[in-house]
């Protein structure tokens, strides 16, 4: 089992910056990919952003390329969401996930964190 729990959501003013925190602990020898994912109210949840656990390999979808930054601590066993010049169609809930191989879904969730990016 792995346990993952975000942390450093908040509100924030367009053209800030935050940075969210995803803590992993259990069975992190296991983890292949941890990726961020977000659900604006009335919206679906959408990828955001991945990075593999080992090795340097890094996913954005389209829209924050440019403005948010993925990055891991593998001695904290822990992946950051840097968030530069956010807008407001950033706000939503934002959740880290992890999947312990690459054809597998993502399996393990955390609990979500709210972002509110104000204009």
């Known amino acids: 089992q792995v346990q993952l729990v975000e942390s450093g959501g908040g509100s924030v003013q367009a053209g800030g910056s935050l940075r969210l925190s995803c803590a992993a602990s259990g069975r992190t020898f296991s983890l292949y990919r941890i990726g961020w994912f977000r659900q604006a109210p009335g919206k679906e949840r959408e990828f955001v952003a991945a990075?593999?656990?080992?090795?340097?390999?890094?996913y954005y979808t389209d829209s924050v390329k440019g403005r948010f930054t993925i990055s891991r601590d593998n001695s904290e066993n822990t992946v950051y969401l840097q968030m530069n010049n956010p807008k407001p169609e950033d706000t939503a809930v934002y959740y880290c996930a992890a999947k312990i191989t690459a054809g597998s879904d993502y399996n393990y969730w955390g609990q979500g964190t709210h972002v509110t990016v104000s204009s």
């Open positions: 990075i593999m656990w080992s090795g340097s390999r890094i």
